[in-house]
């Protein structure tokens, strides 16, 4: 008998025995079968993957569907088959899936694709049938609370999942209030923009522009300028500092203004822009740029302007220019109104790219109600007081010609009695004399310390301050500084009790430091260190990391 006789002779066998009820020797039989060359191998294929959902070996049966699918995509039989195993395997979700690819794969002159076609809607209806719409089943408040948790990406997706959904979503006007495309993973095209206002009405309070088409950015702000509500905006892409100007001069509502280093906003514009916007509370340009004098006048009277940040690249002061990180100062003796007395946060950054220590033009001490100053790049030194008010100060690299450039004409003392953060990062004037009236001298009730990469303060004069005045500190940070070993950590668990972060990367302690420091975590009467920053300290071991972290402490590399 020739090999396609013994082939159907063995399917045929098969098919008996399956009938019969004796499935392994059937599933011998269809296995036997397609050995033979000439065997139709999608149809033993179909007939052993029934054999073994009797068996209840599902995952044998799945594969051999597959195989049929692989062999064939337009044979309707391999989806049937994987679609009914999967059903009996109770995964009726993914018997949908398959279903929906046969449909896609299967030409539409199929003569059973009809049947795949009811099968696919059946299923569908009999899925639909258990579920219930949250939407159309929660009150409207425990719908509304659940939307909240999503962030605008999420809501996006929500949309697309129904019409009703759409319909559903699309109707809380509030919940189109805020347009942020700062987590689309792809540019975003102007239609999208419009038609989420639209579904706002028009009344958008709230706009992060970024991650637009080139070719968008335009249309995009033009559509955001004519929202009446605005009252906070973000221009994280490029585009034109009096176009910016033009589009939302008019917009009265306006609160923030921020924009990043890609757009350069000069002077001029950044004082038409305050001229014009009379809510305007906080202000940050971080690409700032010089201006002549006769193009730049700052409003008399900015009431509402609580907060403003400036960075620049430029570097030095030109004459007969204001210089891109002005800030306005009282005259001696007055003569104007001043502007920004109610500022309460000033951040100013400079950073060239050839290092020039910037001259500031204000005095802090003229801004009596300044609870925040983040200065970096500039020199400290003249007439630069610091008020009272102060609750936050953070120095960054810059320049002086002394150690305390802070104190008043008399040569008083630092007064800072609201100071609780204080930041040093990188300044090369910083000494034993500036820590010590800031932290000694002004009675500040400092929390958080860092004394970050300053090359002239020393371990040993660091210490004998802070075992004194500072037993409040909940922060510490003293990376980079010289000496700093076993013995002063030592000294500083012992006398600073609240502290619960400390940072000594770059730092030449060991892991003797962290079994101290889980140790006297157990005392009760020394420092509770909760996270320890140790990146670069080449003296730890991964065995003093492991156990400490298997000791509770938090260890950071």
């Known amino acids: 008998m020739g090999s396609r006789g013994e082939a159907t002779l063995l399917q045929r066998q098969g098919q008996n025995l399956y009938g019969q009820g004796s499935w392994e020797a059937a599933v011998n039989a269809f296995t036997e079968a397609l050995k033979c060359p000439e065997a139709d191998i999608v149809s033993v294929l179909d007939n052993r993957a029934a054999t073994y959902t009797k068996l209840l070996r599902y995952d044998q049966a799945l594969k051999d569907a597959r195989q049929m699918i692989k062999r064939d995509k337009q044979d309707e039989r391999g989806y049937l088959r994987c679609a009914k195993a999967l059903l009996l395997d109770g995964k009726p979700e993914k018997a949908l899936e398959v279903y929906a690819y046969a449909l896609k794969s299967l030409p539409k002159d199929n003569l059973r694709r009809q049947t795949v076609e009811q099968m696919h809607q059946k299923l569908q209806d009999k899925l639909l049938s258990k579920c219930y719409d949250p939407f159309s089943v929660f009150p409207y408040e425990i719908a509304r609370m659940v939307v909240d948790h999503f962030d605008f990406r999420q809501i996006v997706a929500i949309l697309r999942v129904s019409k009703g959904w759409d319909r559903f979503l699309s109707s809380m006007r509030e919940l189109w209030m805020r347009l942020d495309f700062s987590g689309a993973r792809s540019k975003i095209h102007w239609s999208s923009v419009l038609a989420y206002i639209r579904r706002s009405k028009a009344m958008l309070t709230e706009a992060i522009v970024t991650n637009l088409t080139k070719a968008s950015i335009r249309k995009v702000l033009e559509y955001i300028s004519r929202c009446p509500n605005l009252q906070h905006l973000e221009i994280l892409c490029p585009f034109g500092s009096e176009a910016i100007y033009e589009l939302f001069k008019t917009s009265k509502q306006l609160k923030v203004l921020l924009i990043?280093?890609?757009?350069?906003?000069?002077?001029?514009?950044?004082?038409?822009?305050?001229?014009?916007?009379?809510?305007?509370?906080?202000?940050?340009?971080?690409?700032?740029?010089?201006?002549?004098?006769?193009?730049?006048?700052?409003?008399?009277?900015?009431?509402?302007?609580?907060?403003?940040?400036?960075?620049?690249?430029?570097?030095?002061?030109?004459?007969?220019?204001?210089?891109?990180?002005?800030?306005?100062?009282?005259?001696?003796?007055?003569?104007?109104?001043?502007?920004?007395?109610?500022?309460?946060?000033?951040?100013?950054?400079?950073?060239p790219q050839i290092f020039v220590p910037y001259p500031p033009s204000f005095n802090p001490a003229d801004l009596p109600k300044l609870q925040k100053l983040d200065i970096s790049g500039l020199y400290v030194g003249g007439e630069f007081g610091l008020p009272a008010s102060l609750q936050f100060l953070r120095i960054r690299g810059g320049a002086a010609i002394e150690a305390l450039p802070f104190t008043t004409q008399e040569q008083r003392p630092l007064h800072l009695p609201n100071l609780e953060t204080l930041i040093f990062s990188d300044v090369p004037w910083v000494t034993y004399v500036t820590l010590l009236a800031f932290i000694a001298d002004s009675k500040s009730p400092l929390g958080v310390l860092h004394v970050d990469s300053c090359f002239r303060v020393t371990a040993a004069t660091l210490v004998a301050i802070l075992r004194e005045h500072a037993s409040q500190l909940r922060t510490l940070n003293i990376a980079h500084i010289m000496g700093i070993d076993d013995t002063i950590v030592y000294v500083l668990i012992e006398r600073l009790e609240a502290l619960k972060v400390l940072n000594l990367s770059f730092t030449d302690i060991t892991g003797v430091t962290i079994k101290m420091l889980v140790d006297a975590r157990a005392a009760g009467n020394k420092a509770n260190v909760e996270c320890v920053y140790v990146k670069g300290c080449e003296g730890i071991s991964s065995d003093a990391i492991e156990y400490g972290r298997s000791r509770g402490l938090t260890i950071v590399t």
Do not use: C, M
């Not at 971080?286 to 004098?293: N, W, Y």
């Not at 302007?305 to 990180?325: C, D, F, K, R």
């Open 260 to 351: 990043s280093a890609e757009t350069s906003i000069p002077q001029s514009t950044l004082t038409k822009l305050l001229s014009t916007l009379p809510k305007l509370e906080r202000i940050e340009i971080h690409r700032a740029t010089k201006s002549r004098e006769s193009d730049t006048r700052w409003p008399s009277s900015l009431p509402n302007l609580q907060s403003i940040t400036l960075g620049t690249t430029e570097s030095g002061v030109l004459e007969n220019y204001v210089p891109a990180l002005y800030i306005p100062r009282i005259t001696d003796p007055p003569t104007n109104p001043f502007p920004i007395s109610n500022l309460t946060e000033l951040r100013l950054h400079s950073n």
